[in-house]
């Protein structure tokens, strides 16, 4: 899969590793793995989570962020908003193709 994965402010875990590829294997499917997404995990001062995003599909820049206490909770979140640019995307290049 095309999905790169940081860990910034925390130790990199296999599992987190695995569970941010099973909710983005959805992403790969539309995009036909043709586009990688860039995910950034950080953990703040302040014990929450921050999660970001970015992908350059056809051309338009897309980018999703999420903070949260719970690190799972924020991936989750950011999964979920880059799911719906994508979605839109794809759809809106399906009308004009």
Not at 23 to 28: A, G, H
Not at 50 to 73: D, M
């Amino acid at each position: 899969m095309s999905i790169h994965i940081a860990f910034n402010n925390m130790k990199k875990s296999e599992a987190v590793t695995e569970h941010v590829q099973d909710l983005m294997k959805e992403m790969v499917k539309i995009t036909d793995n043709k586009y990688p997404f860039h995910v950034n995990l950080t953990q703040m001062n302040d014990d929450k989570h921050h999660v970001v995003i970015n992908c350059n599909y056809s051309g338009k820049a897309l980018s999703s962020n999420a903070t949260h206490v719970n690190l799972y909770k924020a991936i989750g979140k950011s999964v979920d908003a880059i799911k719906t640019q994508v979605i839109r995307k794809a759809q809106k290049l399906r009308h004009e193709g």
